[in-house]
């Protein structure tokens, strides 16, 4: 593999495993196995078991009290005795779960109001897996290790953002979707398609300045946003053929959410409760999680054991209300809706969407106007700045393959030279030059022997 491809790989490898490694970690594994028996359960009763003995409706509704019952006590525990002893959050687990399952199946609690608090587990989620996602670039490129690849080279004081062709192209497809569906709405005066084709028209015009390079620097911001806008623009292509296509019936998203929830459930938890004090993999990954949660306004306040839980639980209660939806037994989100009675496959889209764009104009907001998210979204990564530019490079490269340039002096002179600073340095004596200085002079000399014999 290249070392973007490899550096891709390592770095996702590496949230897999390290979230994954965390919820089953003696810590947190009941939780977990508590979320994933709950889920698997109601969801074989509610899909699977729908033409069988399973699939009665008193079960249906017992299960699906359980699953809204263990979602909303994990998101309280978390919100409430995240900062206790985790004997006392199990136990608060364990009576919050047995009074809401109580309440809701005996119908005490109304659905109406069991609908309220899954579609607040909903909202949540869809806004906690957006800021996951935004939260994985800004990780990934602004990584010493990772981000130092992807930016071999490049000047910090050059906003251009990578892969910013790729991105123009498709945020400006984007945008004529966007323009498609805006038209197509004001022609049939539907109120969803003129409301979404609007919203993914300005959120496309916002992110074509970024992808043109007109600024001068944070591109590892500007890439982590116009990534995180790329990634967005997949439930948007999907929305707009959905509605221009008329097909407005079809059922929730499928394999695709399924994927992205699981992904985001491990990163949010990798990134929220990791157990290991100062964390260094086989991939050469040093994230000093314990600093990173002492800066952490949300960990500080909740602590790791809470924000876990309250992951847990919002991500419960977005499949409870997926399941919800199948059984037609939802009306709040639709009520509150742009356009009410809507399908869920375009429910959740329409909320994604309006999500994403959100986040997207705030964050946008914060790096202008806020210096220490500044900084945070834009950390200071080794990019060998004093690497010559790519056409230098490849002409070298060129020169040496094709036998034009003998590098093999050279390179013998700059290993000589550095054993000389270093001894020096064993002595006393400070080079001027140092290893960077050797090899920037080095390079210097052979690009100039390309040149001469091209």
């Keep these: 593999m290249t070392y973007i491809e490899s550096a891709i790989s390592d770095f996702t490898r590496h949230v897999l495993t390290s979230g994954i490694r965390t919820l089953f970690t003696k810590r947190y594994l009941p939780f977990t196995l508590t979320g994933l028996i709950i889920v698997a359960m109601n969801s074989f009763v509610i899909i699977v078991g729908g033409s069988s003995e399973y699939g009665t409706p008193e079960n249906i509704r017992l299960f699906l009290s359980i699953e809204v019952a263990v979602s909303v006590s994990f998101f309280i525990t978390g919100l409430i005795l995240g900062r206790m002893h985790g004997g006392l959050q199990i136990l608060g687990i364990v009576s919050l779960s ?4 109580f309440l809701f199946n005996d119908g005490i609690i109304s659905q109406e109001y069991i609908q309220y608090m899954t579609a607040f587990l909903f909202l949540f989620w869809i806004v906690l897996g ?27 004081d050059d906003g251009k953002v990578l892969f910013g062709g790729v991105v123009f192209f498709i945020t400006i497809v984007n945008v004529v979707l966007g323009l498609m569906l805006l038209n197509l709405g004001i022609q049939e005066g539907s109120s969803i398609k003129i409301f979404l084709g609007g919203v993914i028209v300005l959120a496309g015009i916002v992110n074509i300045f970024p992808s043109l390079g007109i600024q001068n620097k944070g591109d590892v911001f500007f890439t982590t946003l116009s990534w995180f806008y790329v990634i967005g623009t997949i439930r948007g292509m999907y929305l707009i053929f959905q509605l221009m296509s008329g097909n407005e019936t079809g059922q929730q998203g499928g394999l695709l959410d399924l994927v992205l929830t699981l992904f985001m459930v491990i990163f949010a938890v990798h990134k929220a409760a990791s157990t290991t004090k100062d964390y260094l993999d086989d991939a050469g990954i040093d994230e000093k999680n314990e600093e990173d949660r002492k800066s952490n306004p949300i960990i500080k306040l909740f602590s790791p054991n809470g924000v876990f839980l309250m992951i847990l639980g919002s991500a419960i209660g977005y499949h409870a209300t997926t399941m919800q939806f199948r059984l037609q037994e939802y009306s709040v989100l639709s009520n509150f809706s742009i356009q009410k009675d809507l399908p869920w496959s375009l429910i959740s889209h329409e909320v994604t969407i309006l ?30 700045e004093w690497l010559p530019p790519y056409e230098d490079m490849k002409l070298l490269v ?12 050279d390179a013998l002179k700059l290993g000589a030279n550095i054993i000389k600073d270093k001894l020096g340095g064993m002595l006393g004596r400070k080079s001027e030059a140092g290893v960077e200085g050797h090899l920037k002079n080095t390079l210097s000399k052979l690009l100039d022997k390309s040149k001469k014999a091209k």
Excluded: E
Aim: charged share 10%; proline share 4%; glycine share 6%.
């Design 130 to 156: 957006a800021i996951s996602q935004y939260s994985f670039f800004r990780d990934f490129l602004g990584n010493p290790v990772f981000g130092g690849i992807l930016f071999l080279g490049k000047h910090k």
């Design 98 to 101: 047995a009074l809401f399952a």
């Design 355 to 384: 999500a994403y764009t959100a986040i997207y104009l705030v964050f946008m907001i914060l790096f202008f106007f806020v210096p220490s998210y500044r900084a945070y979204a834009n950390p200071h990564i080794m990019r060998i």
């Design 398 to 409: 060129l020169s040496i393959v094709q036998g034009k340039v003998d590098y093999k002096l």
